[in-house]
């Protein structure tokens, strides 16, 4: 087919689905991407001549070469050559109300950012229970704009809370079961506990947590990652949680120039890989918010312009007023950046579970559009494009308990689909080059889910 062809073949498609206005396009008739190239989130390969068959929400049928299957006389067909089919991305550290009150910006404004940039699923990381539940409810109402909102607790502080916003004070451990309950009648999935708890009450939320089939994920100060491994935690909250855990006493060495190769840091790696503990590195919002935001590259990314002028006024104000960070100290802050970057592509190499979470929507760190920033960030870290790919996919499906629904193209699955135009294992901008997004079955123009982002 020639590029005029092409070109006409894609005007024709968006003029039926490219409304993205109705949930019931998923009801429809089936629809099939033929011979496409699938990402397997499990080897963490392309697999050439795939056929997909999306009835409903979900996937019925996946052809390959060898076994192919028969194609619906009434599906609507998308021709898959030279195209790449990925899972549909997972966020697995955001947002949804903490920082609304400053940037006078509502979830609801900003979950299609999220979609538009091929994130399907979002993974809360703190939120208050309530207003939270109401962007989650106004999520799975509009499937057509915005991605699977996951709830998690409030972040569980010591009296007083870091962040009294988004806080909830527990600072007895007999009290953890019964908070708990309470979290699970929200239909929480996560329990996140902050910087100030310690351990007796970070044990008692973890072992209350798994007794309710919950997972627990920490930001750490308080309570150390090394207790936290050994009390059973199944994730940790940053970089940091980690990093600041792997100095050894005394030393005096500047953060930028710390040698991860020391003993502490490798007993710390090993027992983390050994407990199974996933680490969510959150790279991006280091790099953006606190240490380079005054750097034109971050604070200025096209990205950012995307975001409502509401959102940018809040986050320039922050930059302005956040302490003050002089020329003469830019190379050990990028020395430093580059630091937490070897550490995760370390963690990944020595058998830690690696996730994929922005914190948007932090200052410059926009939602959805800085998930492929991270993962441009773990890259350059060492960690491959596929193995950055797997992490952002089946890593953060099986963080969210959700292995069985989502994470990787597979028959029985939601259909959430990431239609590429370039091999994102070749080069991970190229997840940056997308088609079309698939969510649930309903197909969405990223063009037009950016259009019910205000610009205001």
């Excluded at 397997?40 to 929400?57: F, P, Q």
């Excluded at 019925?60 to 998308?78: F, K, L, Q, V």
């Excluded at 502080?157 to 962040?163: T, Y």
């Excluded at 989502?406 to 939601?414: F, T």
């Amino acid at each position: 087919m020639s590029q005029n062809g092409r070109d006409v073949h894609r005007i024709l498609f968006f003029l039926i689905f490219a409304s993205c206005a109705a949930p019931s396009l998923a009801d429809d008739a089936p629809l099939a991407i033929t011979n496409v190239t699938l990402f397997d989130s499990a080897s963490a390969k392309m697999l050439d001549g795939r056929t997909i068959v999306i009835e409903g929400e979900r996937i019925a049928a996946i052809g390959t070469p060898e076994a192919p299957i028969s194609i619906p006389d009434t599906a609507r067909i998308i021709d898959g050559d030279g195209k790449f089919a990925i899972p549909g991305l997972i966020d697995a550290h955001v947002h949804v109300v903490h920082l609304a009150k400053f940037m006078h910006v509502t979830g609801d404004e900003f979950l299609p950012m999220f979609l538009a940039a091929g994130v399907t699923s979002v993974r809360s990381t703190g939120d208050p229970v309530i207003a939270q539940a109401g962007v989650a409810h106004y999520a799975e109402a509009n499937p057509q704009t915005c991605p699977r909102v996951f709830m998690a607790s409030p972040l569980i502080d010591r009296d007083p809370p870091i962040h009294g916003d988004v806080a909830y004070v527990l600072t007895d451990p007999a009290a953890a079961p019964a908070f708990v309950a309470d979290m699970v009648k929200w239909k929480v999935r996560t329990l996140k506990i902050y910087a100030g708890t310690g351990r007796a009450v970070g044990k008692a939320v973890i072992e209350a947590g798994h007794k309710q089939g919950l997972k627990v994920t920490a930001h750490l100060s308080a309570y150390s990652a090394q207790d936290a491994a050994e009390d059973g935690i199944d994730s940790l909250e940053h970089i940091e949680s980690v990093f600041y855990f792997a100095i050894p006493a005394g030393d005096a060495t500047p953060r930028e120039d710390l040698d991860l190769q020391n003993p502490k840091c490798t007993a710390l790696i090993n027992l983390l890989a050994n407990k199974k503990v996933a680490i969510d590195p959150t790279l991006v919002v280091f790099r953006n918010m606190i240490y380079l935001n005054d750097m034109p590259e971050y604070y200025d990314h096209p990205d950012v312009a995307l975001c409502p002028e509401r959102m940018r006024n809040y986050w320039t104000d922050y930059s302005t007023n956040s302490l003050a960070k002089t020329p003469d100290t830019q190379m050990s802050r990028r020395k430093l950046i580059a630091k937490y970057q070897e550490l995760a592509g370390l963690l990944h190499r020595l058998g830690v579970t690696i996730l994929v979470g922005t914190d948007a929507p932090e200052p410059f760190v926009p939602p959805g559009f800085s998930m492929h920033q991270e993962l441009e960030m773990l890259v350059d870290g060492g960690i491959s494009p596929a193995d950055a790919l797997q992490a952002a996919t089946a890593n953060n499906a099986t963080i969210l308990g959700e292995e069985k629904n989502l994470g990787s193209l597979e028959a029985g699955k939601l259909a959430d689909v990431v239609l590429l135009t370039a091999d994102p294992t070749k080069e991970i901008a190229n997840t940056r080059k997308i088609e079309l997004v698939i969510r649930g079955g309903i197909v969405c123009d990223p063009a037009t889910v950016m259009e019910a982002v205000p610009k205001k």
